[in-house]
C-alpha cells in the first residue's frame, strides 16, 4: 500500500513536471471547449514578440472563439471553424461591440502543425507575431495574468476557407483571466508539437459536475453521405420528375391518371428528401434558413395538389371549362416547381464550400429544365387560348379532363 502511493507520489511529480515544461496554461469551458497559451521567455521578458495558443473543441460546434480583452468591444479576436477539407479555418477578428466581429486583416496570425480535424475534435495551434497590439489595445506580456475572453456556438459546421465567413451569435461567453505565470518559458516554437511524442491537445476534464456540456455538445454534424442523399433526391424530384410529370400532360393522348399517378409518386419522392432534410436542420439548427423554410413550404403546398387536381378534374368533367380549383392546381403547380428549382441552389449555397462547386452544374441543369418547362406552359396557354377562342371553350385544347 505505502509503495503504491510512493509510486503514485512519483508518478505525479513526473508528470506535473513534465507538465510545468510545457509551459502551457489551460482553460476549458462548457462543452469541451478548451483553449491554451503559450508565453516564449522571449516574450515574456521583452513584452512584445511571438505568442503560441491552442483553441480546440468538438466538431459539433459552428465555431469558437478567443479573444484579448474583457468584453467584445476593444478586443483581438480569433475565431476557428471547419475549412471544409479536414482542417480549421482561422479568422482573426476586431471586436467592436455587442455584434458580430469584423475580420482583420492587421493580425499577424498563422495556423500551425498540429492543426486540424481528427476524432471529432477541431484543433487550432496559432501563432501570432503582434498581439501585443492591435488597433485599440494593448497586452502586457510581461505581468503575471492577463484578461482574455471566451464565446462558442454549437451547430453545423460552416466548411468554409473564408475568413470573414457569417457567424451565428455565441451560446457560451464570458470573460476569463489568464495566469501568465504557468504560459511563460520555452523557446520560440509551437509548443502543441511535442518532438516525437504525442500531439499536445488539451482535452476536457471528464467533470460529471459539466453534465449541460453534455447537452450542449449533443448538436452532431450531419454526415455528407446524408446530405448528399437529400440534396440527389430532391433535385431529381424538382429539375426532372416534377416537370416531366406535368409536361407529360401536353402530350397528345395521355390520360390524366398517368399524371396524377406519376406526380403523386413524385411527391412521395419529395416527401423522403424533406424527410432527410427537416433531420438535418434540426440537427444543425438551420430551421430559420431560407432553404428549409421555402422547402417546408412546398411540402405543404403540393400536399394539396392531388386534391385540387381531382376537384378540377370532377368539375371539368361536366363544365368542359376551367374552375377557380383548375387554376389553384395548375397555377400552384408551375409555380411550385420553379421555387422548387431554386430553392435547391440556396440550398448548395447553405450547404457550404465543400458543396460550391455543384453549383455551377446545378443551375445549368435547372436553367435548362426550368426554360424547357415554361416554354410548354407559355406554348400551351396561347394554345387554349386560341382553341377556346374558336371552339368557344374555356381552357385547354379539346380534351376530356
Ligand atoms: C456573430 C457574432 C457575435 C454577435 C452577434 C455577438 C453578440 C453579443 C451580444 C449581444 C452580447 C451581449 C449579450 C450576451 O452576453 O449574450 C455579447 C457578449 C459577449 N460576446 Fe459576443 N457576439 C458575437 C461574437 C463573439 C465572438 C467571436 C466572441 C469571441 C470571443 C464573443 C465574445 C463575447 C463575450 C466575452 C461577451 C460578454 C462580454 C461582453 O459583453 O462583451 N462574441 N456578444
Ligand atoms: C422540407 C424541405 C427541405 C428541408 C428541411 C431542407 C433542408 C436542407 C438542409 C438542412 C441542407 C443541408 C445544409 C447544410 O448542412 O449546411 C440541405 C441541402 C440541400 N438541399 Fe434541401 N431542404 C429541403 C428541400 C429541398 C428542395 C425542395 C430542394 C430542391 C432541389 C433541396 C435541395 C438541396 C440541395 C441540392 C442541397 C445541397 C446538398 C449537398 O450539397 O449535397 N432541398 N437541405
Ligand atoms: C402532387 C401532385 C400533383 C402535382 C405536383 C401536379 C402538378 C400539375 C401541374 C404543374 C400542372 C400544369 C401543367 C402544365 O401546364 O404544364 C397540372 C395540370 C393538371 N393536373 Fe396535376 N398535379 C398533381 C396531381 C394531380 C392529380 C391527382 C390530378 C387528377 C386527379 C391532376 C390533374 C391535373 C389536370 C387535369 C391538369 C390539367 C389542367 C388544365 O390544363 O386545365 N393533377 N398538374
Ligand atoms: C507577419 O510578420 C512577419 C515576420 O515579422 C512578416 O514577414 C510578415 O510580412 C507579416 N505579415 C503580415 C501579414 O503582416
Ligand atoms: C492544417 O493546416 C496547417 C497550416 O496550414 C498545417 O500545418 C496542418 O498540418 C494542417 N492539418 C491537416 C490535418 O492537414
Known amino acids: 500500500m505505502r509503495r503504491c502511493q510512493l509510486v503514485l507520489a512519483i508518478l505525479a511529480a513526473t508528470v506535473s513536471s513534465h507538465a510545468a515544461k510545457q509551459h502551457l496554461a489551460k482553460q476549458c469551458f462548457k462543452g469541451g471547449v478548451c483553449y491554451q497559451l503559450n508565453i516564449p ?7 512584445e514578440g511571438h505568442i503560441y495558443f491552442q483553441i480546440s473543441g ?51 496570425v498563422s495556423l500551425l502543425e498540429g492543426s486540424g480535424i481528427s476524432n471529432g475534435r477541431m484543433v487550432a495551434n496559432v501563432l501570432c507575431r503582434n498581439c501585443q497590439q492591435w488597433q485599440g489595445g494593448r497586452a502586457d506580456f510581461t505581468s503575471m495574468q492577463g484578461a482574455w475572453i471566451h464565446a462558442s456556438r454549437p451547430g453545423r459546421s460552416l466548411r468554409t476557407m473564408e475568413r470573414d465567413a457569417n457567424l451565428e451569435q455565441h451560446e457560451d461567453n464570458g470573460a476569463f483571466v489568464w495566469d501568465y505565470g504557468s ?26 459536475a459539466e453534465s449541460d456540456a453534455e447537452i450542449v455538445a449533443d448538436t452532431k454534424v450531419v454526415s455528407d453521405a446524408l446530405m448528399t442523399a437529400h440534396g440527389t433526391l430532391a433535385a431529381i424530384t424538382f429539375l426532372v420528375l416534377l416537370p416531366v410529370g406535368a409536361m407529360i400532360l401536353r402530350v397528345p393522348g395521355i390520360d390524366i391518371w398517368i399524371h396524377a399517378g406519376i406526380q403523386i409518386f413524385n411527391y412521395c419522392c419529395f416527401i423522403a428528401a424533406a424527410g432527410l432534410g427537416i433531420y438535418m436542420a434540426i440537427q444543425e439548427r438551420l430551421s430559420n434558413h431560407h432553404h428549409p423554410l421555402i422547402g417546408m413550404v412546398l411540402l405543404g403546398v403540393l400536399f394539396f395538389q392531388p386534391v385540387f387536381g381531382y376537384l378540377h378534374h370532377r368539375a371539368y368533367k361536366s363544365t368542359q371549362r376551367r374552375t377557380l380549383v383548375s387554376y ?29 462547386g455543384y453549383l455551377v452544374a446545378y443551375s445549368v441543369v435547372a436553367a435548362i429544365m426550368g426554360i424547357v418547362f415554361l416554354c410548354s406552359v407559355v406554348y400551351w396557354e396561347l394554345s387554349a387560348r386560341k382553341s377556346s377562342q374558336s371552339t368557344e ?3 385547354g385544347k379539346s380534351t376530356s379532363w
Not at 59 to 81: D, K, P, R
Open 41 to 47: 521567455a522571449e516574450t515574456a521578458s521583452s513584452g
Open 393 to 395: 371553350q374555356g381552357g
Open 183 to 208: 504560459a511563460k518559458g520555452g523557446g520560440n516554437v509551437n509548443p502543441f508539437v511535442s518532438r516525437g511524442e504525442e500531439p499536445i491537445v488539451s482535452t476536457p476534464p471528464p467533470d460529471p
Open 58 to 108: 468538438p466538431t459539433s460546434y459552428s465555431w469558437i472563439g478567443l479573444g484579448q480583452g474583457s468584453q467584445m468591444a476593444g478586443s483581438n479576436i480569433f475565431v476557428i471553424y471547419s475549412d471544409g477539407s479536414g482542417n480549421v479555418t482561422l479568422s482573426a477578428r476586431r471586436g467592436e461591440g455587442h455584434f458580430e466581429p469584423e475580420h482583420d486583416t492587421s493580425a499577424n
Open 328 to 356: 389553384i392546381h395548375v397555377w400552384v403547380g408551375r409555380l411550385a416547381i420553379l421555387l422548387g428549382m431554386i430553392n435547391g441552389g440556396l440550398g448548395i449555397q447553405l450547404a457550404g464550400d465543400v458543396r460550391r
